[in-house]
């Protein structure tokens, strides 16, 4: 899959790096002299294209006509408007993403500016802390499907209301479903017959709405 990441700052480096680790190939565009030279130094030769990323030649040259995400990431919200509006009506770029700089330009990302998916950090940070605080000991991994589902981890606490039934005797809620047990440094793919022991960690997929629900099954019923 080729990605073009559109700014090579902080974010737009670690980007690329983390998806050549995992096998794709990418296109970091930059056109400040001093982070490209850096960038170069830190990523294959190929993978940096000097120039303006709102460009439409550069973006070509990069080989947009050719890629199935785009992603800009740049400080300024304008230049990562104009990328995302060209790579989407321009190029036909499958998927998009745009980086929200300023909180008070979130309502531009939309699929109408051409983002399919937009990054507000500090959206994104105050959303994960105020979950984390919510859902107690349960830790949220990963969201899927634009936030609807959620894998998570959480500790089996000692007062448990589970602590000691098979899988088959507690009644989940619904769309969720607990994917492995971690017990004693070994990971366990449960069946109905596995019994819940006190400090099993837990992997579990849900709906983001019934999180709540799920936390209080593994967790102490007392509220400390």
């Known amino acids: 899959m080729l990605v073009i990441v559109v700014g090579g700052g902080k974010t737009g480096s670690h980007l690329a790096n983390l998806l050549l680790a ?4 990418v296109r970091v565009v930059d056109d400040r002299p001093a982070l490209v030279e850096k960038l170069s130094s830190e990523l294959p030769k190929d993978c940096v294209i000097i120039g303006d990323g709102s460009s439409p030649s550069i973006l070509e040259q990069a080989g947009i006509k050719n890629a199935q995400v785009v992603a800009a990431v740049t400080g300024s919200d304008e230049t990562n408007l104009v990328v995302t509006s060209l790579a989407r009506f321009e190029f036909n770029v499958p998927r998009i993403i745009g980086r929200v700089n300023n909180p008070k330009n979130a309502w531009l990302f939309t699929a ?3 983002v399919d998916v937009s990054l507000n950090q500090s959206d994104i940070l105050a959303h994960l802390v105020a979950e984390e605080m919510s859902l107690g000991d349960m830790m949220t991994l990963l969201k899927l499907k634009r936030g609807e589902f959620s894998l998570v981890e959480e500790k089996v606490h000692p007062k448990a209301s589970t602590l000691g039934k098979t899988l088959m005797e507690i009644t989940l809620p619904p769309e969720s479903i607990i994917v492995a047990v971690i017990r004693d ?9 596995t019994v819940i022991k006190e400090h099993d960690e837990l992997l579990m997929l849900s709906r983001t709405t019934n999180l709540q629900s799920l936390s209080d099954l593994f967790e102490n019923p007392e509220g400390d």
């Open 22 to 25: 995992d096998g794709h190939e």
């Open 185 to 193: 440094h070994r990971l366990i793919v449960p069946n109905g017959q």
């Open 112 to 114: 109408e500016m051409g």
